[in-house]
């Protein structure tokens, strides 16, 4: 065991009231008022019309690009420096996914880019905010429109982050979000779609409950998904979600005492926010200059008992995807070069961020 992991969740009082609640109420599967409360309440936080829950993100992410008919014969953009989910979800649907590069800054996906691959078979983009820093939205909504695309914005890493004083999650057509064990709120496993377009949420419910019909029992015109979030995980995202101001602000704390840490030493680079954006921080992270250092500080912070985790592969680099002669060079530099450190809310023993900082002092 670590004395300090990379993650784990803050969990309270109000959480537990909450599971024993639906518990109780016999209401543990797909139905329960929890699921309802939760999905209001979300929409209500980010201020978008519709909600509606799943059982994780890459069913949120899979739902969403079926709603609005991606399928076999159809390209859809992603940034191969991201989680492999992301691109799964394509694959699901019979699409081939098109990888674009990032940016060294904000370690976003690169609108220009973007921009050099569209072809006649571009339907959608999936915009990605890695660790929770935003993309840049208003210049990859122009690609978008002028283009005649489709976003989905996956926001699995960032809610609470924000563009322009708006919330990820509200620019594209459709956004996802995770609440897996290690998001900044959780539900254990869980997701959320939103969208102001309602239409498309209708898509998204009748898919994600098998297809049913609306006002006929057991009736199925198409073929749908088991995709539904439980009422047990939605009493848990309530409670979280009712905290998520405090969970943010501890996140900020402790990207500022890993700032203040590492204020001063050469050859590294914490990530932080860049431009008129508010960044969550679901990861605290760092790029070092010298990629033979990575693994040596994360053997160094493994032996001090502090877990830590490298950067994302490039998606394009797993065999499963391994097609094409692209390069993307920036992508590969930081899969190389980035550890996450620990970042959850709970935690309060700033002695980690001296550890880390001494152990880079002394391997520099």
Same mark, same amino acid.
């Given at each position: ?52 829950? &799943? ?129 900044? /709120? ?25 297809? $049913? ?54 050859? /590294?680079?914490?990530?932080?926010? /860049? ?11 760092? /790029?070092?200059?010298? &990629? ?41 530099? $930081? ?11 709970? $935690? ?6 001296? &550890? ?9």
């Amino acid at each position: 065991m670590f004395k300090i992991p990379l993650y784990k969740p803050s969990l309270g009082y109000k959480e537990r009231q909450y599971l024993i609640e639906a518990y109780d109420s016999s209401w543990i599967s797909s139905k329960g008022k929890f699921i309802s409360l939760f999905e209001e309440r979300f929409a209500q936080y980010l201020n978008i019309k519709h909600a509606t829950s &799943v059982c994780n993100g890459t069913a949120a992410l899979h739902l969403s690009l079926l709603a609005l008919g991606i399928g076999p014969g159809d390209e859809v953009i992603v940034p191969t420096f991201t989680y492999v989910a992301s691109v799964n979800a394509i694959a699901y649907t019979g699409a081939t996914p098109v990888f674009v590069d990032s940016l060294s800054d904000t370690l976003q996906m690169d609108p220009e880019d973007v921009r050099k691959k569209i072809s006649s078979r571009t339907r959608a983009i999936i915009i990605v905010h890695i660790y929770g820093h935003p993309c840049d939205m208003n210049t990859l909504c122009r690609i978008a429109i002028d283009n005649d695309l489709f976003i989905i914005e996956d926001s699995s890493e960032a809610i609470g982050s924000t563009y322009d004083s708006k919330y990820c999650g509200t620019f594209g057509d459709i956004a996802t979000f995770s609440f897996f064990g290690n998001k900044t /709120i959780t539900t254990g496993e869980g997701g959320m779609v939103v969208s102001n377009d309602e239409p498309l949420m209708n898509r998204i419910f009748r898919l994600k409950g098998q297809g $049913l019909v609306a006002g006929r029992e057991y009736w199925h015109d198409i073929v749908g998904y088991n995709y539904r979030m439980t009422n047990l995980c939605a009493a848990i995202g309530l409670a979280q979600l009712e905290r998520i101001e405090e969970i943010l602000e501890k996140k900020q704390r402790i990207a500022m005492w890993y700032k203040e840490g590492f204020h001063g030493l050469r050859n /590294i680079r914490f990530h932080d926010q /860049i431009g008129k954006v508010s960044h969550s921080y679901w990861m605290c992270s760092i /790029i070092l200059e010298n &990629v033979n250092k990575r693994d040596l500080l994360r053997k160094s912070l493994l032996n001090a008992g502090i877990e830590t985790r490298p950067f994302f592969h490039p998606v394009h680099t797993m065999p499963m995807y391994e097609y094409g002669t692209s390069s993307f060079p920036v992508a590969e530099t $930081l899969s190389l070069c980035g550890i996450n450190l620990p970042s959850y809310p709970d $935690l309060t023993n700033e002695d980690v961020v001296f &550890v880390v900082s001494e152990t880079l002092k002394a391997i520099y």
